[in-house]
């Protein structure tokens, strides 16, 4: 059964640090991994999609890399802006067809930019 | 090209009543999946529907039901609402395993 774990729970950063967010997963039969955004009392915002062929997606300040057979994936944000601060959740679409390819979520990461 | 809609928007219900929530796909998306987010349990999977037919299901009870029409618009429906009910019901519509999320409804049950 698929696992999709997040740590840390939570971050705080002084703005203009480049950190890094992780998503670990126990099954590295996956089909793609998504990572989103939410902001509070918000629906969620797609940032990156991973094919489960591709090592890393990139879109400005946002990368996010994904290693298979380690089970992990990592989105490093670079120059942290306050408006950065927001959950980020990681999901992981299974590739078992006998699944339905369900989406399987970590519990997300609350980051906080400081000005 | 238009997001994901989803009506209302906030909602407020008493113990026992029923609700019904929409939402609109994107154009040319098939797919169409519920979720519950409350601040303990997280994000959970209720179900997905792809051409009017459930094609999967999370662990709800059976007073969680959806339906979707041959214009891939959804509803979900939640009869008898406890107050455990009180989350914010996100809908996501997807095409080639990619999904997109709407701004959800934020249901009170009292």
């Known amino acids: 059964k698929q696992e999709v774990t997040q740590i840390p729970a939570a971050l705080s950063v002084p703005e203009g640090e480049n950190l890094v967010l992780n998503c670990s997963f126990t099954d590295s039969a996956i089909y793609n991994l998504q990572w989103f955004r939410q902001d509070p009392g918000k629906g969620l915002t797609s940032l990156l999609l991973i094919q489960s062929s591709q090592r890393e997606q990139t879109s400005g300040r946002l990368n996010a890399s994904l290693d298979k057979s380690s089970g992990r994936s990592t989105l490093y944000i670079a120059a942290s802006q306050p408006g950065d601060s927001a959950t980020y959740l990681c999901a992981v679409r299974s590739s078992w067809v006998d699944s339905n390819y369900q989406l399987i979520w970590g519990a997300g990461t609350k980051l906080i930019i400081k000005p | 090209k238009a997001g994901v809609t989803q009506t209302p928007r906030y909602l407020i219900k008493t113990r026992g009543q029923q609700v019904t929530l929409s939402c609109s796909p994107i154009s040319g998306h098939r797919s169409v999946s519920w979720y519950q987010q409350t601040p303990g349990q997280g994000l959970q999977f209720l179900f997905e529907?792809?051409?009017?037919?459930?094609?999967n299901k999370g662990n709800f009870p059976g007073r969680f039901s959806g339906r979707q029409f041959s214009n891939s618009r959804s509803e979900m429906n939640v009869s008898t609402l406890e107050l455990g009910d009180s989350a914010l019901y996100l809908c996501?519509?997807?095409?080639?395993?990619?999904?997109?999320f709407g701004p959800g409804t934020r249901l009170t049950v009292l």
């Open positions: 529907y792809f051409s009017e037919t459930q094609r």
């Open positions: 996501a519509s997807s095409a080639d395993r990619s999904e997109f």
